[in-house]
């Protein structure tokens, strides 16, 4: 009897060995089969829980009801600490690696490009295009948005930096704007504290403006504090700027893609070929770098310059010398 009993026991004992490994396989091929199907984005809402969590990511679409989830949390501890926010799951990760980016905390953060050159019509067209902003209205009315940001100016040219962002998904307009403009005055305040002696730009706002209207003109970057100096010699010589950008600017909606002579010489506030000095305010977003070669520009003679129609300019001391270079670069005669 004792010996059938023992028996017995050892059977039992064996099938719940078997049991507990073909249960262990299971959860063990749980964990390490893939199961996002594609690119996810997917938020772990505030103060959810372990056991909560299956049932959102379930509806999400990005797992299948398992009873092995469970078991998965009591085993590996290790997996359960969650931390809210918004994550990126990639194609083919396995349930284990939701769970540690979820563990990690390492939010997904989407990517702005705010190109130099541009308006604040061509970045708000640009910002209520990218996934993962949140908009809130405040690029429709850019006068109360400068308000907001603290300016006097009813116009956001020239004050917000262009550069490459990382935002966390569902960050706000508002949040992109801020974070360009403490960005531009921040390196604003910089060059103008290490700004070369006898500049005729009285303060930071016009060194803004002269930035803007380099960046436009520079096409090639190590041309740009020598056009720099183009502008200070004139502004230095109560010489008009005489710059097409500006007049552009100045048409707005209506410019075309041509500038006509006509053009040239309606009295717009920014035709630069009208008014003397500077424009009233800047006409694109400059750089960190058209910013620091208005504050720094080249020491040359030069008054003038022309495209040479391969992205670089020639440089001219004098009238005669411009005049000899437009009719070589420009009229190919």
Partial sequence: MIKKIFLLFLFLLLICAAAISFLWHQLQTYRTTPVVKEDTVFTVPSGSHFR????????????????????????????????????????????????????????????????????????????????????????????????????????????????????????????????????QQKDLDEAWQNRAKDLPLKTPYEALILASIIEKESGHAPERKTIASVFINRLNANMRLQTDPTVIYGMGDRYDGNIRRKDLREATPYNTYVIDGLPPTPIAMPGKDAINAALNPANTPYYYFVSMGNGEHYFSKNLAEHNRAVRKYILKK
């Fill in 52 to 183: 909560q969590l299956e049932s959102k990511l379930v509806s999400a679409g990005v797992i299948q009801p398992s009873p092995y989830y469970v078991w998965l949390g009591r085993l590996y501890p290790e997996l359960t600490p969650l931390k809210s926010g918004t994550y990126h799951l990639e194609a083919n990760w396995t349930i284990e690696q939701v769970l540690r980016q979820f563990v990690k905390g390492k939010e997904y953060q989407f990517k702005l490009t705010l190109i130099e050159g541009s308006t604040f019509k061509q970045w708000k067209q640009q910002i209520e295009q990218v996934k993962g902003v949140t908009l809130t209205g405040v690029l429709d009315d850019e006068a109360a948005l400068a308000k907001k940001l603290g300016l006097s100016s009813t116009k956001l040219e020239g004050f917000l930096q262009p550069q490459t962002y990382l935002f966390p998904y569902h960050a706000t307009d508002l949040e992109v704007i801020e974070r360009a403009y403490a960005a």
